[in-house]
C-alpha cells in the first residue's frame, strides 16, 4: 500500500533555531518527493521537488534531502521565523499505468516557532 | 496576477441539497483537480482533468460529480449522496509532466446545517 509517514506530528521551537522535519514513504513506482508549506487555512504552496537522482535541493533557509535508497526524506528550515509557523507536508510521486503522477500526501508536520 | 481562485470561501449546506464549488485558473494549465482534506488525513484525490471535457475519478469520487466545458475552470459539485460532506476542499493544477508542481487555491471549506 502506497504511504507516506511524517514526524514529527508537531513541533515547537524558538524563534532563530534551527529544525528537521522526517518523512519516510512505501511509493511505487517512484517519481519524484514534494515538500510543500500550508497556512492555516490556505491552500498548500510548493518549496521543493526531487527526482530520484536528486539527493539534496534548496529553497532559501529549507534544504530538502532524500535518500532514495532508504526512502526516507528531511526538510531542514534554518534560522527559524515566526512566519515559518504552518503544516509542512511532504508528497511522493507515483507514476501509474495511464501516465497520470499519482500524488500520495503525508498527514504533515505542524511547526509553530515561538517569539 | 496568476493564479487560482476558489469560491466561496465558507459554504453550508441543507441536508439533500447538492452545492457547487467553483474553481478558475489564469495560469494556462492543462490539469486540474479536487482534493479533499480532513483533520488528521493526507489530502484525498476526488476527481482530476487532464484536458477540456475529460476528467476521471480518483479515489474518493462517490457522492461527487465534476465538469470541465472550459481550460479555466473546474468546478465541483456535492451532491446530496455525500453524506460525509463536512471538510476543507482544495483544488489545484498543473503543467503537463511529471516533475511540474501542483499549484492550490486557498480552498473551501464546506460545513453541514
Known amino acids: 500500500k502506497n504511504q507516506v509517514e511524517q514526524s514529527p506530528q508537531s513541533l515547537i521551537i524558538l524563534e532563530g533555531k534551527n529544525c528537521t522535519l522526517q518523512?519516510?514513504?512505501?511509493?511505487?513506482?517512484?517519481?519524484?518527493l514534494r515538500w510543500y508549506k500550508q497556512d492555516t487555512g490556505r491552500g498548500p504552496v510548493s518549496l521543493t521537488i526531487?527526482?530520484?537522482?536528486?539527493n539534496t535541493k534548496s529553497n532559501g533557509r529549507y534544504t530538502a534531502t532524500l535518500d532514495a535508497d532508504t526512502k526516507q526524506s528531511s526538510l531542514h528550515i534554518t534560522a527559524s521565523q515566526l512566519s515559518d509557523s504552518a503544516s509542512y507536508i511532504c508528497?511522493?510521486?507515483?507514476?501509474?499505468?495511464?501516465?497520470?503522477?499519482?500524488?500520495?500526501f503525508g498527514t504533515g508536520t505542524r511547526l509553530l516557532v515561538s517569539p | 496576477d496568476g493564479g487560482i481562485t476558489q469560491s466561496p470561501k465558507y459554504l453550508f449546506r441543507k441536508e439533500g441539497q447538492n452545492v457547487t464549488l467553483s474553481c478558475e485558473q489564469n495560469?494556462?494549465?492543462?490539469?486540474m483537480y479536487w482534493y479533499r482534506q480532513d483533520p488528521g488525513q493526507g489530502l484525498r484525490l476526488i476527481y482530476y482533468?487532464?484536458?477540456?471535457?475529460?476528467?476521471q475519478k480518483g479515489d474518493i469520487a462517490e457522492g461527487y460529480s465534476v465538469s470541465r466545458e472550459k481550460k479555466e475552470s473546474f468546478p465541483l459539485t456535492v451532491t446530496s449522496a455525500q453524506k460525509n460532506p463536512t471538510a476543507f476542499y482544495l483544488c489545484?493544477?498543473?503543467?503537463?509532466?511529471?516533475?511540474?508542481?501542483?499549484?492550490f487555491g486557498d480552498g473551501t471549506r464546506l460545513s453541514i446545517l
Open positions: 526531487m527526482t530520484f537522482s536528486e
Open positions: 508528497v511522493v510521486s507515483a507514476t501509474m499505468n495511464t501516465g497520470f503522477q499519482k500524488l500520495v
Open positions: 489545484a493544477s498543473s503543467m503537463e509532466g511529471s516533475n511540474q508542481p501542483q499549484h
Open positions: 495560469l494556462n494549465h492543462d490539469a
Open positions: 518523512c519516510n514513504y512505501t511509493v511505487s513506482p517512484f517519481s519524484n
Open positions: 482533468s487532464q484536458i477540456v471535457n475529460d476528467f
